[in-house]
């Protein structure tokens, strides 16, 4: 197999069983660049960005290539490693959202991101309807590709291929499922 295909999803914070130290992280790095290069960090769009940007500039200084994906499924989590109270992505919090990742993007760019995915299964942590749901993510992928240099798109579950079609107008790379 060659590892240019592959890689490496790496859960930490954003689904807050994985608490790592700084050393468990370099080891952790150090296995992963056994296998490839490449890896994918997940963080919680509504949690502290200070130890995925750590966790990517290491990898960074490794020659990893990283990409940072913006995810909500930490929201399930009990105390103490609760990142956030539940969010269900609605009209009435839906620019809060896109205003927190646009935030964050300008951090995964400072720290040397190569990819920035927008969000995570937007499908499943909100209460859009198919029309509603590719509008708003085709307006915050635009939004984002604006904000940072790399390739920018959003991961969604494969359900919802035929809705994100329309997607493929405006970025045809934008979407993985």
């Known amino acids: 197999m060659n590892k240019e295909n592959i890689h490496m999803n790496y859960y930490h914070e954003s689904m807050g069983y994985l608490i790592r130290n700084d050393l468990q992280i370099q080891e952790d790095l150090e296995l992963i660049l056994r296998e490839t290069n490449k890896i994918k960090l997940y963080h919680h769009t509504y949690g502290d960005t200070n130890v995925i940007e750590k966790i990517c500039i290491e990898a960074k200084k490794k020659g990893m290539y990283v990409i940072w994906n913006e995810n909500l499924d930490g929201n399930q989590l009990a105390p103490p490693n609760l990142v956030s109270a539940p969010v ?90």
Do not use: M, R
């Not at 708003?136 to 604006?146: A, C, D, P, S």
């Not at 920018?152 to 993985?176: C, H, M, N, R």
């Open 88 to 177: 269900a992505l609605d009209a009435v919090n839906w620019q809060e959202y896109k205003d927190k990742v646009k935030a964050n993007v300008e951090k995964a760019k400072a720290c040397g991101a190569d990819e920035f995915l927008a969000g995570n299964e937007i499908s499943i942590h909100s209460n859009f309807d198919d029309v509603t749901l590719v509008s708003n993510i085709k307006g915050l992928v635009v939004e984002v590709q604006n904000l940072f240099d790399g390739f920018v798109g959003i991961q969604e579950g494969w359900w919802k291929k035929d809705a994100f079609a329309l997607l493929s107008s405006v970025a045809p790379t934008a979407i993985t499922f």
